[in-house]
């Protein structure tokens, strides 16, 4: 071997070998601290009570975040998401909807209020809490609908039979029933009673997923409830020292090291104050640093709170001051496409569409409802469309002027153009029809 053939050699052993490897699995002083995140049920288990606690101490104290809460819930739901049947024949279309409509203002067993109320409700707890509960009760007069504290499901519910945190799976992980607890073990007079098993059937348990095989729902605040926390001690502290600022405007100080006057020796705590320090004095006015620096930390922490949330900072803090329609428009365009797969994807299957197919088969059953092929085409009764409220535009006469463009040019339909307005095609139609009845002519109005 000759002298190149053995550097080459050297070279070649002597080097150190390839790492491959993700940074962000990395250890040392970068990862050293770093969180991990194990497999979701046994972590949702573990935390999830917990997160629903402070999110709700939060919702009820933060206002912050009471705003967030609130715009959320308002743009999943709004007034109400309504339905319309898909039934291909217009009469039988109108009777579905007409019944579902008379059941609508009777949907809460507790009878405080109506369907879109307590899709308010539904919405609301899936934010805070992470999930929703309702149970379907069957009437003579109907189903009903009971929303419960999702606490009520039974978590120390969990054997090696597929039961786990209350929920009771078969191998394919569908849900066979929910054991749950006839109260909160957490009221002040709770008396001890065992869960009960309940036909996951008439169960509505509502939760957004965020990973595959996912049991139980986790708070939508999960990721800004310490950053709140904190943020609402940075605030009390600031207020604090703005407070302690203006009672003590400056100190006097003593200049030539003798003692202190017993006169007005003790400071007096009052807006504007002089605290005197000592004989030969000189006047040092107090101007806290950490209150000119407040504003800018303030406006940061706010827009993380709102990207924690999902939501444009605006709906969070109410600050439209740098905001124009560009950027209105920019900022709420992901946040309803974000709305709409939550609308979609989370409250049509797992709540809204139960509840109609209970309704309409009780009507079917019972012979409110004429259906005379139900039988061989059932599907055709017991689905539906559901069309949330129109989310409210920054310039409706531009919306509206290329809605009017799109159907002009065959881009799209009137009923599809009607149906995202969250209105049914054969109702607008209906109400058009009947205004223009009613409506006076012209001529009619130029009578004396």
């Not at 970068?30 to 709700?56: K, V, Y």
């Not at 706010?302 to 001051?321: I, N, Y």
């Not at 049509?348 to 039988?375: E, K, M, N, T």
């Amino acid at each position: 071997m000759g002298i190149l053939d053995r550097v080459a050699f050297w070279r070649r052993t002597s080097a150190p070998a390839a790492i491959r490897s993700f940074d962000g699995a990395t250890g040392g002083r970068r990862g050293r601290g770093m969180g991990t995140f194990g497999r979701i049920n046994p972590e949702t288990a573990a935390a999830g009570a917990h997160l629903a606690s402070r999110a709700e101490y939060l919702a009820h104290n933060n206002a912050w975040l009471a705003q967030a809460i609130g715009n959320w819930t308002g743009a999943l739901v709004g007034a109400g998401i309504m339905p319309n049947a898909r039934h291909r024949d217009p009469e039988t279309r109108k009777a579905l909807n007409a019944y579902f409509a008379s059941w609508w203002d009777s949907a809460d067993i507790e009878g405080r209020t109506d369907f879109a109320g307590l899709q308010a409700i539904v919405a609301r707890s899936m934010v805070v809490k992470g999930e929703s509960v309702s149970l379907l009760i069957g009437t003579d007069e109907g189903p009903r609908l009971r929303v419960l504290d999702p606490a009520l499901i039974d978590a120390s519910k969990t054997d090696h039979n597929l039961t786990f945190a209350g929920i009771e799976l078969d191998e394919h992980g569908r849900r066979l029933a929910y054991w749950i607890l006839p109260e909160n073990p957490a009221s002040v007079f709770a008396n001890f009673a065992p869960s009960q098993r309940v036909d996951a059937d008439s169960v509505l348990h509502v939760f957004k997923p965020v990973s595959p095989g996912q049991i139980r729902g986790v708070s939508w605040l999960a990721p800004v409830i310490l950053p709140a926390s904190d943020f609402d001690q940075y605030c009390d502290a600031l207020l604090m020292s703005a407070k302690m600022a203006a009672m003590s405007a400056g100190f006097i100080v003593n200049l030539n090291g003798g003692g202190a006057d017993d006169i007005g020796a003790e400071p007096a705590w009052e807006p504007g104050g002089l605290t005197r320090l000592g004989l030969g004095e000189d006047v040092k006015f107090n101007s806290p640093a950490q209150l000119q620096q407040a504003d800018a930390y303030l406006k940061h922490n706010l827009r993380q709170l709102a990207a924690g949330l999902g939501l444009p900072e605006f709906l969070l803090s109410g600050d439209l001051t740098q905001a124009n329609y560009s950027s209105l428009r920019a900022g709420l365009l992901p946040f309803r496409q974000r709305v709409e797969q939550i609308q979609y994807g989370v409250l049509v299957p797992q709540f809204l569409a139960p509840c109609w197919r209970a309704v309409i088969l009780h009507g079917v059953l019972s012979g409110a409802i004429d259906a005379p092929d139900f039988g061989t085409n059932p599907d055709a009764y017991l689905r539906a469309d559901w069309l949330p409220p129109r989310a409210l535009q920054v310039d409706p006469l531009k919306d509206t002027e290329a809605t009017v463009a799109e159907i002009d040019a065959g881009l799209t339909s009137r009923r599809k153009a009607v149906a995202e307005r969250g209105w049914v095609l054969e109702d607008l139609d209906s109400e058009i029809a009947a205004d223009a009845f009613e409506r006076p002519t012209k001529q009619e109005d130029a009578k004396p």
